[in-house]
């Protein structure tokens, strides 16, 4: 495993990045490509981001080609080419060129060739990807990364782990495994965990020799990035997958497990593990029959690479043998040995513990193995941490400067890097060094906005820096929070909702359509692959079980070469060949807030938790005093004090005002003043409170008061809360996702869809469940269809919302099949949905999949229109009401990939929200828990929203019904009036302002 350097000429790396910046893009090594001959010869294979095939392949041979009839190395595309030309190249000079036309997908290519010392160098790929072509082909021929900008088409649906996707599954087995390492030694764990997850794949259906070691290898990358639950089951797959007396997998399956324990804090544990004995490993081949030529069988697969010749000439590294291998592990063990002993307190036995480990490293090959910089910065990295609790400050910035040289010589511009920098910053300041330490803080924030899977890294380490910047007055503190909060921003909801305003950037028009029905083909892609992977499981497949397979893999690979051809389309429209900024700066930010608005930013960093207000002219950093999981506990018991499920049924208890009152002074009392004067509040969420809405919080005591002292009286009603000064009270709230998505929302136009209104609910009772719909036994009972929600408030909203067309579907012609053949759902502005929200699980032991209960449809419905199948509606809507239980909540990972949703999930608002935001929602009514029926609450509370007059705000709307709710004793209690949220713009207004009509203003 070569590590990654800046010194390393690109013909001896697995893979290497074409161009410095603008979209990423790759070249991988493809030793299997038909036009290679000699050993000498290379190939690569070109990839994008957002491409969900190769965009191009490149080759290098010793023997002379035709620019325009050599054959091309991409599969399932033919290629008529005109008469060649000739362009110049940056870094090469004028080179052959000609255009050519795949004619049955009426796509143009392109191609490049230049010939250099005997060698013809041919890059050929999509005309949309011309940029990518040339860098490529500039770079390979210079041996070196060529600087330049590759502004080619992007759609942003994908992130760094689902681009690594991509790129694994354009390698051969080792070199995927070598990238995989590679990429986790230099901290991308969500980029690695993919790599490996597809040699897992692989060796599944292979039966490869590497099934453990990949199992393994991808159990630690959960635990990197805190799945602990995920790792757990991976280890013990990978320990029946490792056969009897294989020394190096038990060896590396006893490191990885202690690692493990080692990142859940318990130490004791992680030397339970290292303690348990291991099979001895002996030298596939020794060091002597190397030095004289002799090739071993382990060391030809290192070397052949599939007769590939990968690393070749004077720079052939021929690999680890077993022996060393077990060497590097045992020094490893003995590592982690010394880091559980610091994390205990013995600082002496945890020193004399690393140096052994570093000693013994140095008598692996003189300590000249590249491979193992990663392990011996840490060793560093842990002397550092031992030296600063024996006050050797000396010692310590010693220990962290050896460590950054090893990783920036090895991985410049990781993620590594960043989180080494990081650990010692947080060191200065912990040493006194404030001022340094900010700087250097500053400076990994810096760099991290181009370093693409550095902020899962990072997420643990920023703590010390949000500390010291809350600290600090004027205006420096928090425009520094600020940016340095943007990058530990999620995937999730926010990613969809940038895709989403990225489509409708300049209205619904063709090249919208044709981003879209890009968009669409990756998920479809996503959801193949899963398929894919599904069969290719299956241990012993039947005949049956091998045609679907076969079908599955045929159909991807068409689904691939399809929509990597919609995204060079895409290159026609300009707006799509530049990279929205994915950030937002303080001030862009205050530029778009309005008279009597403000932005709340909660962030949970590490072990802390951090506030931010923003107005139109201030802006206040707060530190919150209290821990995340003091928050979670704090906010689950005032749920739990507004509905809880008890034996099956919802039980509602008096509500707890005085702990509202004092989680109010927790998160926001720092801010009362900006608080006070906000009239429109943008709340974002993180942590526990995106479980809970803001508007419950009471923010003074006198309300309090007054209700205890009713309470007095044998008549009061614990559940009368009339008089509460409720946050919600008199002031709007919006959710946002983050900055960027509130800014794009903002920005974006209204809809143009030319009806209004278009309500949906009331399924129709089935009186048994159609046969073609029984699935297996995670089925919902039938039970669920038997209890529909009133068709009143959909009526009642057609009737309000009926200029311009308005229609409501109830009973049988409410239905799953009906919805997903519609054609016209991007004609109405609003959708309401008046049913029940599935978002739990039907049973123990069943996956839980988002969905809203519909009627049965046609042969194979199942009366569900779930997660996956929301995302594939085609809408452009203002608005989306969902009137059911609990829809702003989660979707596991689990369902955000079958549903072909590659990143995010397990957080709120990732469910049924972020399926609407996806199919074309601009903002998203939702509740945080099952809407009552009681009191006509749901009914007067929507109908607050359809009541708007032209141009007043949604939120507006909204807190004037719940205000109306508030001050009557009978649905005064949260239960009744809190539970909806507007996840978007809520200033925006449900019907726009007639001619001459301004809109109403943000403050009163």
Known sequence: MAAEGSQQPLSIRNSFRVGTSGVTCTAQNAPLDARLGGMFDRGYRLSCRDAAGSVGTLIAVRRDVSVAAEPTGLGGVTLACGAPGSVEIDRIGRVEATNCRDQGANVGYKRYLVRRDGVTYLVEGLAGYDPALKLALASVVNDATVPGEIRVATTEVSDPAAFARVQAGQLDRLGARDEGYLRNNSGRFAESSEFFEALVSRDRVSGGMGLSEALANQGLQQSNLGNFGSSGQLFTQASAATARGDGLAE?????????????????????????????????????????????????????????????????????????????????????????????????DDAQTSLQAAANTLSLVREGRVASTAWLRSEIDMELALVAEAQNRRGAASDAYDRALALLQDAFPQSPAVLAAQARKAAWLSRSGDEAGATALFGKVVAESLSIPDAGATLRDLLGPYFSLLAKQDGKDGPDAIFTASQVLQRPGVAQTQAVFARQMSEGNDDAAALFRLSVARSRDIARNEATVAQLSAIAAPDAQQQAALKVAQSDLTYLQREQTELTSKLAAYPRYNVLSPKNVTLAELQAALRPGEGYFKLMVVGERTYGLFVTPDNARAVAIAASPAALSQEVQELRDTIVKVENGRQVNYPFDVGRSHSLYKTLFGSVGDLLATTRHFIFEPDGAMLQLPPTVLITDEKGIAAYNKRMESPDGDPFDFTGMAWLGRGREVSIAVSPRAFLDIRKLAASSAPRNYLGLGHNAKPAARPVAAVADECDWPLATWMNPISADELLYAQQKLNRGGSTVRTDAAFNDTALLGEQDLDQYRVLHFATHGLVTAPRAGCPARPALVTSFGNAGSDGLLSFKEIFDLKLNADLVILSACDTAGVASVAASREAGVTSGGNYALDGLVRAFVGAGARSVIASHWPVPDDFDATKRLIGGVIESKPGQPLADGLEGAQEKLMDDPNTSHPFYWAAFVIVGDGAKPLMAASAGQGAAPAAR
């Open 251 to 347: 060896r590396l399956l006893r490191n990885y497990r202690a690692i493990d324990q080692l990142n859940q804090r318990k130490p004791a544990e992680a030397l339970q593990e290292l303690a348990k004995p291991v099979s001895t490993v002996g030298a596939t081949f020794d060091r002597e029959s190397l030095s004289t030529g002799l090739i071993s069988r382990p060391l030809a697969e290192q070397i052949n690479r599939e007769s590939s010749g990968l690393k070749r000439l004077g720079a052939v590294d021929p690999g680890l043998t077993d022996q060393e291998r077990a060497e590097i592990l045992d020094a490893q063990a003995i590592a982690l040995g010394g880091t559980a002993a610091r994390m205990q307190g013995r600082m």
